[in-house]
Structures are given as C-alpha cells and as structure tokens.
C-alpha cells in the first residue's frame, strides 16, 4: 500500500496508464490497493467537484478524450474469442455469440487454486475489449464517443448480463467498475453502461449485486476513484433510477443505515 500511495503521489501517470494490468492481477477483494490505482489521473486533469448537483458529465470536456493506456488488455482474450467479439462489434455477430462468451468464460479458469466459477482475467479482458472498441468506433462513427444504448458492444453486454448467475454479474460488474476513474470517453461510456444495465436489468438480484459491488468502493478508506463517486451518486439522487425504493435497501436496518450514511458522505 505504502508503495502505491507513493505512486500515486509522485507518478500518477504511470498508475492511470496501466492501471488495467495492476488490477487484474490484484485479487477483487482488495478494493483499497484498487481505489488507490484508479484514483490516479494525470496532473493535466482537474477534477469537477463530484457533489454538484448540477454536474453533466457529458458537458465535460474532459469526458470527450480517449484516455491513454498502456496494458495490453487484448493479451488474455483467446483468437477465437476474440474473433466473436470482433463480428458481434461489426453488428454481424450470431445469435449464440453470448453462449460461447459464457463457454469460454467458465472454461477460463484463473492459474492460481481458486473457487472462483469464472476467469476473471478474461472477463476482465472481454469487458475492457468491447468497451473500448465501442468508445473508438463511435469516434470515428460520429466524431463523438458518448454513450449510445444500441450500440452492439452495449447489446452484448445487455445480453450478457441478463444471461449471466449471481457470481457472474458480480464478476461482470466488478469489471466495469475498473473503469470508472477520472473524467475520460472511457469513464463516461462506463458509468453510462452500468447506470444503463441497472435501469434496464429489473430483477432485484441484479440491481442488488451492482448495489454492493459500488457500495464497497466507499466503505474503504480513502481515496474514492472520481468515476465511482459520480456514478453511485446519480444512482441515488436520479429519481430515474428510483433507487430508495428497491426492496433490498430494507432487507436487514444494518444495510439500510450504511446506505444512508454512505449518501450523507457522497
């Protein structure tokens, strides 16, 4: 921790730019080591004071620039894999191109002894490729890199998410979270995919797991990634999102008191 603090501090840039590679290899249960790599951002980027109610991140300059990595994120997906991915982003990808995603992602266990259902290095890698695929084709598509709903990368997404179990959606959700750092084109398609699942996903046991995968970035010590901060807070002051009357807020007064405390401190 003491190392990476002192990253932070002196060499943002060197986190922020390979900040895909450190936290695939950092264990999800670590959420401090992952708060403190994703709270770094070059010393050129201000950060908008994220407690403004009348923030739109999609007027942020900021939010319009492809952000600069250095990982290579392609390194974990297998050729075939990748390949469908490839053809679903084109919009020519098959119907069962969400079952071979789950095939492979089931298949791909982690090298090290684990209990884990899932790889999570390769869902890691999947979530981050059609991401950043889709921030860049709407780019050159446009010109702009803002989030759009039909887009194929986030259909697939959708899919995946709606065919995914318990432990699947909250490995998935963690992999979106990984990016929703400082105001960038890629924090902004993230935090617009994940508010866009929560909306459209209505089973409770989705909106729950993307609940607490946000909710335990906050109930560590700071630092807080920016791009988590003003995600959870327009999930819970959006009345789009209708947030505070989901049954499982009052399922136990334990969760329901860390949730109001954790909005009193956002």
């Known amino acids: 921790m003491s190392i990476l603090l002192v990253l932070l501090h002196d060499f943002p ?5 390979y900040y895909f590679s450190l936290c695939d290899v950092i264990p999800p249960r670590c959420i401090q080591l992952r708060n403190v790599i994703l709270s770094a951002h070059p010393v050129a980027v201000k950060l908008p004071d994220p407690y403004l109610r009348d923030l739109q991140l999609e007027n942020l300059p900021d939010m319009r ?3 600069p990595i250095l990982s290579d ?71 702009s890199s803002l989030f759009v709903a039909s887009d194929p990368g986030v259909t697939l997404l959708h899919q995946l998410a709606t065919e995914l179990d318990a432990e699947g959606q909250h490995h998935l959700i963690g992999a979106i979270v990984l990016h929703l750092r400082y105001p960038n084109a890629h924090t902004h398609w993230f935090s617009s995919l994940i508010l866009f699942l929560f909306n459209e996903i209505k089973t409770g046991q989705f909106q729950e797991i993307t609940t607490k995968v946000l909710l335990e970035r906050f109930i560590v010590h700071r630092p807080h990634p920016w791009g988590a901060m003003v995600t959870f807070i327009e999930l819970l002051r959006n009345p789009r999102y209708d947030f505070w009357s989901k049954d499982f807020i009052r399922v136990a007064p334990e969760i329901t008191a860390i949730l109001d405390n954790v909005s009193q401190s956002l």
């Not at 969400?98 to 899932?118: D, F, H, M």
């Open 65 to 67: 620039l492809i952000p």
């Open 13 to 17: 840039e060197f986190l922020s730019e």
């Open 73 to 143: 994120f392609t390194a974990a997906l297998p050729p075939d894999l990748r390949n469908v991915l490839d053809q679903h982003l084109l919009g020519r990808g098959a119907p069962s191109a969400v079952s071979l995603i789950k095939q492979g992602l089931t298949s791909a266990r982690n090298e090290i002894p684990t209990t884990e259902t899932y790889g999570l290095s390769l869902m890691n890698a999947v979530v981050m490729y059609v991401g950043v695929s889709s921030v860049a084709q709407a780019k050159a598509r446009t010109g």
